[in-house]
């Protein structure tokens, strides 16, 4: 653990060489060169026709719910390297929240988790919300309105009998749904279609192949284990287990085990870390 650890300042010196890079190569380098490249997915998508690219495997393909681009949307207002310069400051912070200071330069230089940061995508927003859901479970309406199956860590709460938690996780989401359809109702149906479309269709080379029908049993059982021996660790490693299509940057929900641990088990939080790479 001492060899992982490094003084606060040794993350923020790593938190802002990333931020610096991730920045400046959003442009002008494009797709093939530039960062920010799953960013470019919902930074493209207008509230007037969220799903004019929706294909799976479209390189700017948007395909979460229309309630996540409505959060996002004042973002996307912004010009590109701006929203990339906010954008990689959320997912950072994400890292910062899921490590801890001693452990933010370990976490960002975890292949994964610079390759997620790089890109853009949401896995780290998620594995905050499944590590917050815990005390909060609305925090569980961001991975139910834009991955949808991760959603699968909340059989947590219906094996332990915890249906309070449960109400409030699908009720908050319901609601969520239910506000942003009467601003934008046709897009709500079109994203229904769209899930249809695309279910069944794995990654590409940068996702790990193996298909979900393979990984959401086991993602099944390792949360009902996890719920019956108090392990809430196994709640972000069964939802990534059950990422519609494994991509490799997805893995760094693994990130998400540090805050979970046992509190006598904090202390060996660095050698998980390590397992985990």
């Known amino acids: 653990m001492e060899r992982l650890e490094t003084p606060p300042w040794v993350g923020l ?8 890079l991730v920045v400046v190569f959003a442009e002008p380098w494009g797709r093939l060169w530039g960062t920010g490249q799953d960013a470019r997915c919902y930074y493209q998508a207008t509230l007037a026709d969220p799903y004019l690219h929706s294909s ?4 700017i393909a948007y395909v979460y719910s229309p309630a996540f681009l409505q959060l996002v949307s004042p973002l996307t207002a912004l010009p590109w390297q701006a929203f990339m310069a906010v ?11 899921l490590t801890g200071p001693r452990l933010l330069a370990v976490g960002l230089l975890f292949p994964f988790t610079a390759m997620e940061v790089a890109g853009g995508n949401v896995s780290l927003l998620l594995a905050v919300a499944i590590v917050i859901g815990f005390r909060w479970p609305a925090a569980w309406a961001l991975v139910l309105l834009t991955k949808i199956t991760p959603g699968i860590g909340l059989l947590w709460f219906a094996v332990r009998g915890e249906w309070r938690s449960l109400v409030i996780a699908f009720g908050v989401t319901a609601i969520v749904v239910a506000v942003s359809a009467l601003v934008m109702p046709v897009a709500w149906r079109q994203w229904l279609d769209v899930i249809v479309a695309n279910a069944g269709k794995g990654g590409t080379w940068a996702s790990v192949p193996v298909p979900l029908l393979i990984r ?5 059982a390792v949360v009902v284990w996890g719920a019956r021996t108090d392990r809430r660790w196994t709640v972000p490693v069964a939802s990534m287990l059950a990422l519609p299509a494994l991509w490799y940057g997805g893995l760094s929900m693994l ?9 006598d088990g904090r202390a060996q939080r660095g050698p998980a870390v390590a397992a985990a790479a």
Request: proline share 11%.
């Open 255 to 263: 990130l998400a085990v540090i805050p979970l641990l046992p509190r």
């Open 13 to 20: 010196v790593v938190a802002l060489a990333i931020w610096g």
């Open 87 to 97: 954008w990689t400051t959320l997912l950072i912070g994400a890292v910062r929240f």
């Open 56 to 59: 799976w495997n479209d390189p």
């Open 216 to 220: 959401l049993p086991i993602a099944v």
